[in-house]
């Protein structure tokens, strides 16, 4: 059960005519368990026909709260399973109406059977209806259980392969995350307060805020904001995981390396310089963090138009990486880093990264998301660990793999470990704080110049951006979007 959602000032509810808008208090039930066959298995309905529903499935009056053994029936009376039955009335519920669980034997047919036999109660009354996808916790949402950050918590915590997401998505479920916005929120409510009393009363001569005193609170907001971003967008980047390219000149062993990360043969290898042509893109799970590898054309000028057209394909691969691991040949006489190369990735990854914000939560200098990697030390005579930026490995052995892939982790926002400083958050969340500090970034220029009448609208904006985390301020079409990336069921 989700905790109460902390401050909300207003109730975005009446801005509600998405897709997904509640019809007329129809009464949902849904299947909450997982597809497939398990020892226990769960029909949730919420709604304002509970009570009745009760009735006729259970053949009895049940004790809110309270675990209750008892038959399930169907719409003739005979019973089709039996379990434990759970109310739970309005509002103290997940969505915070009336809530039935019916937990029954998990298998499908039994489940469906419960299901049907809930969904028989619809009367035009009192309409019951399968629930649509993510309509719970949407229901949740509307009735002020939880806010849009907790609500798409839920998710991230059904969705989260490790357990550091798991983590990430309690901070934001309990609250942390919408606790850490509120306070900034907070704060630019006093900032704002203050500051438009003195417009509005320049005579008075009542010192409510020095503008000292604006420019420390600003910059305490800013930072403030610093560290939400900095734990929403490690917390994104754990859900989300990374997207890492291996280039470098032809026939340094990238496929190998692509093959021995996934321990599949998944590119082909040949001795043969320009045989990786088409990109070849592999998800891999380094312990439950998704690290997406993509394995491109060695790069080198060649007449060969597949070739060619391979390359420009490495290019781009550049460009949408989060983190791009250049590949040399450690054991290349005379063993050159290929630096002009190495110059010219980084290059096309600045003005990249300048296009488009790099939302994954990794550093944005290019030079930290350019990673040395020399392949095929197995080869050297003596070690040559000259690099100590690079990872030194050999695809054939597996030497140095373990390394890499423990950076790869970390990259992916796995290290951060002290507790609730990591919030999973979506992409979306991420622009939101950008554009939040922008303002006040903006807000700290007019400061400068003494200009208040637009340091108090820079104040109004950013209030106003950051409150769209919370869902006041969301169009609603953003908010079907949101609510309909849940499964049924939640
Ligand atoms: N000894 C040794 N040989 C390797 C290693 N990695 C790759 N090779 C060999 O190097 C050759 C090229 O390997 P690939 O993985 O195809 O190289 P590539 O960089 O993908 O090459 P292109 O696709 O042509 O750009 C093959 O003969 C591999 O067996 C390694 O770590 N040690
Ligand atoms: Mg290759």
Same mark, same amino acid.
Request: glycine fraction near 8%.
């Given at each position: ?97 009336? $809530?039935? !669980? ?6 499908? %047919?039994? @489940? &469906?059977?419960? +299901? *049907? /036999?809930?969904? #028989?109660? =619809? ?85 409510? $805020?020095? !503008? ?6 600003? %910059?305490? @907001? &800013?930072?403030? +904001? *610093? /560290?939400?971003? #900095?734990? =929403? ?258």
């Amino acid at each position: 059960m989700g905790p109460k959602r902390p401050m909300r000032p207003e109730d975005p509810v009446e801005a509600w005519r998405g897709p997904l808008a509640p019809q007329s208090g129809d009464t949902i039930a849904a299947i909450a368990t997982g597809a497939g066959v398990g020892a226990v298995g769960i029909v949730r309905v919420s709604g304002s026909a509970v009570p009745g529903l009760i009735k006729a499935v259970c053949g009895r009056t049940l004790q809110p709260r309270w675990a209750t053994h008892t038959a399930f029936c169907d719409a003739l009376g005979q019973p089709i399973d039996d379990g434990i039955a759970l109310y739970f009335p309005a509002p103290n519920s997940y969505t915070g109406e009336d $809530v039935l !669980e019916l937990q029954g034997h998990g298998g499908a %047919a039994v @489940l &469906q059977g419960v +299901l *049907q /036999a809930c969904l #028989a109660c =619809s009367s035009a009354e009192q309409p019951v209806r399968l629930a649509r996808p993510g309509e719970f916790t949407q229901r949740a949402f509307f009735n002020q259980k939880l806010d849009l950050m907790q609500a798409e918590a839920v998710a991230d915590l059904i969705a989260a392969g490790s357990q550091q997401a798991v983590r990430a998505a309690m901070a934001s479920l309990s609250g942390g995350f919408s606790e850490a916005v509120s306070a900034v929120q907070q704060g630019l409510i006093d900032l704002r307060m203050r500051l438009e009393a003195c417009l509005d009363f320049p005579e008075e001569d009542i010192d409510l $805020v020095s !503008e000292q005193g604006i420019g420390q609170k600003l %910059a305490a @907001l &800013q930072e403030q +904001l *610093q /560290a939400i971003h #900095a734990a =929403s967008s490690r917390g994104a980047a754990l859900q989300k995981g990374i997207r890492v390219a291996l280039v470098g000149p032809p026939n340094v062993g990238k496929s190998s390396l692509l093959n021995a990360l996934a321990q599949a043969p998944v590119a082909i290898v040949t001795p043969v310089a320009g045989t990786t042509r088409d990109r070849v893109v592999q998800e891999l799970f380094i312990d439950g963090v998704p690290v997406q590898v993509i394995d491109t054309a060695g790069i080198r000028l060649t007449e060969d138009l597949v070739e060619r057209e391979g390359v420009a394909r490495s290019w781009q691969a550049i460009e949408t990486a989060d983190l791009v691991l250049l590949v040399s040949d450690a054991s290349a006489h005379p063993a050159v880093w290929p630096e002009t190369l190495e110059n010219e990735i980084s290059q096309r990854m600045a003005s990249a990264a300048l296009k488009e914000q790099s939302q994954s939560g990794l550093a944005s200098d290019p030079a930290a998301r350019l990673w040395r990697v020399y392949n095929k030390c197995d080869l050297l005579t003596q070690p040559l660990q000259t690099d100590a930026r690079g990872y030194w490995v050999s695809a054939k052995t597996g030497m140095g793999l373990e390394v890499l892939k423990e950076a790869l982790k970390q990259a992916a926002g796995w290290g951060c470990n002290d507790g609730g400083t990591l919030f999973s958050a979506r992409a979306w969340h991420l622009e939101v704080l950008r554009r939040c500090q922008e303002s006040l970034s903006l807000a700290e220029e007019h400061l400068a110049a003494s200009d208040l009448e637009l340091l108090a609208e820079q104040l109004r904006l950013a209030q106003k951006t950051l409150s769209e985390l919370t869902g006041e301020f969301l169009a609603d079409d953003l908010l079907g979007v949101i609510f309909s990336q849940f499964c049924i069921g939640k």
